[in-house]
């Protein structure tokens, strides 16, 4: 997806990428204290996130708010890596209050944005898909405060309190990002794709909150998240697939979109099999297995692939 606006802000998501493969390898021969679960959010927060505001910058407009939020998030980035490096408390979680003011501007856009389109009594499924996603990302921002304040809302662990704040980073924020850009990619949909994207938004956004509330109330209803989320995000992965392998966006971005798809099928699967853990009591994998393959295939392999694939597509979506 080439583009003046594109080119202007490569900057700080290849500046952002290099510092965190610099952690990424310090992470495997042992000479950095993160953990994986960390070290996953650090790609959220450096690459991932940055790449998905200059792909908004150029398909869906560049406001004011989304400006500033991507004028501001390199320097919140850095202000909260080191708030990993610290003792959960006062100066970590100050520090990491800094993202909420990133993911903040992004949600007044979106609320902005849904405001108007309910009184214009206008609707737009990608563009609903993006504005849920900037929501979302600001709950994942507030739960990564509480883990680095040291707080355990809903009685949540410092682990789950993390992985709480990953989990709306990736599922609540890239998968719907995603599906908000496929939707922009076709500018003329015809009745079988709709038939299959609308289900496949409403299963994207709806899995989030319902794998979050099974995980405070009941197995049951964490069971049914994830096969909602999961199949959701399978659809995603497929439609993809079917899409964009056919358009003419160069090797490159092809082979991206392939691993992001494959991707999703694999860790959708592993979160199926963990929902049913959970339900059933029988913990075939439980969260350190998942943190090792899901985490991986899904921030890496599905999300982070794709919104590459987005990125050096030569087709002008």
Known sequence: MSSNKLSQTIFPIWLGAFLWLGFLTFFLVG????????LIFLLASWVLVPLSLALLSVRGGDPPLLRWSRAIQ???????TPAFFLPRGKIAGMLAMSWLG?????????????????????WDWSRFSIDIACLYVSVGAAWLACYCFGISPLGFGPTLTLLTAVHFHYAGFAAPILAGLLGFAVDRPG????????????LVLLGMPLVAAGITFSPLIEMIGAFVMAIGVALLGSLM???LLRRPIGAAAKALFFISGLASFAGMALALLFGLSEYTGNYWIGIPRMVQYHGWINSLGFSLCALLGWFFAKEKF
């Open 102 to 122: 990133v993911t903040g501007l992004l949600s007044l856009q979106a609320l902005l944005h849904l405001k108007r389109n309910l009184l214009q009594k206008t």
């Open 31 to 38: 000479k950095i204290r993160l953990d994986a679960v960390e």
């Open 74 to 80: 390199p320097w919140a980035a850095a202000l909260v």
């Open 241 to 243: 697939l079917a899409v």
């Open 191 to 202: 009745r079988a794709f709709l038939m299959i994207y609308r289900p496949m938004v409403l």
